[in-house]
């Protein structure tokens, strides 16, 4: 039997209701996380990166990426770093902290990569050392795969996607994962680790055997390695 027009105006108040409220969760944790960004490790901990207003970029929390470096632990040392979405470049520049031999950093804005370049100044982190790419990132890794470059760590935190119960999701997360340039990135024993919503239900491919799911509220990690 077919719903009523009351019914069917009720079931849609409370899906836009539930869209407008995780989208506003979503902008006021933009705005605390751009007010005290911050290095949390290694030789520049503690020095402020810049993140532009705005629901534009959306930064790794803190309290998440000292999580993830935890687990990393001394893994980071002498690492090729790849960092996708790089937003403000935080990521990247954590791992330069830590003792990382380099890093790329793929970002599509050129206005968000005019804070990056700005980040890495006031980090005071060696320029040799981090590499800027201004372009999207399915562009960009078939050109490095093409390359032959090869990664030890991959981080990716890109924007969330929407919520995706009963359907396949369309998010950049799921795209990353489908990607088939992205394990022909990673070294061998090298890690993928990939930043997504709670609500963002991914499905991970063969390719990929999942060894560890951080959970944080809203934001989950995973760290992938090639199966």
């Not at 503690?46 to 632990?73: E, H, I, M, Y």
């Not at 372009?135 to 032959?148: E, I, K, N, R, T």
Request: with cysteine; hydrophobic share 45%; net charge neutral.
């Amino acid at each position: 039997m077919g719903k009523s027009g009351a019914e069917a105006t009720a079931v849609q108040t409370l899906r836009d209701y539930d869209a407008y409220s995780a989208n506003f969760t979503d902008f006021l944790r933009c705005l605390l996380q751009a007010a005290a960004m911050r290095i949390i490790g290694g030789i520049a901990a503690n020095r402020l990166l810049k993140a532009p207003k705005g629901l534009d970029v959306r930064p790794t929390p803190d309290l998440v990426r000292q999580a993830v470096f935890n687990s990393l632990g001394e893994r980071v040392l002498d690492a090729r770093v790849l960092e996708l979405f790089g937003g403000t470049g935080a990521l990247s520049l954590e791992c330069l902290s830590r003792g990382a031999a380099d890093a790329v950093c793929v970002e599509l804005s050129t206005r968000h990569a005019r804070f990056i370049e700005q980040n890495v100044i006031d980090a005071k982190l060696p320029k040799e050392k981090f590499h800027l790419r201004v372009q999207d990132v399915f562009v960009a890794m078939p050109q490095l795969a093409s390359a032959g470059t090869t990664f030890d760590l991959i981080l990716a935190d890109p924007p969330y996607g929407e919520k995706n119960i009963g359907k396949r999701s369309e998010s950049f997360a799921q795209r990353l994962l489908d990607d088939t340039d992205l394990p022909k990135l990673l070294a061998p024993g090298g890690l993928f680790i990939l930043g997504h919503a709670k609500r963002d239900t991914l499905e991970v491919p063969p390719v990929w055997d999942e060894r560890k799911l951080m959970k944080h509220g809203d934001s989950w990690m995973r760290f992938l390695r090639l199966a």
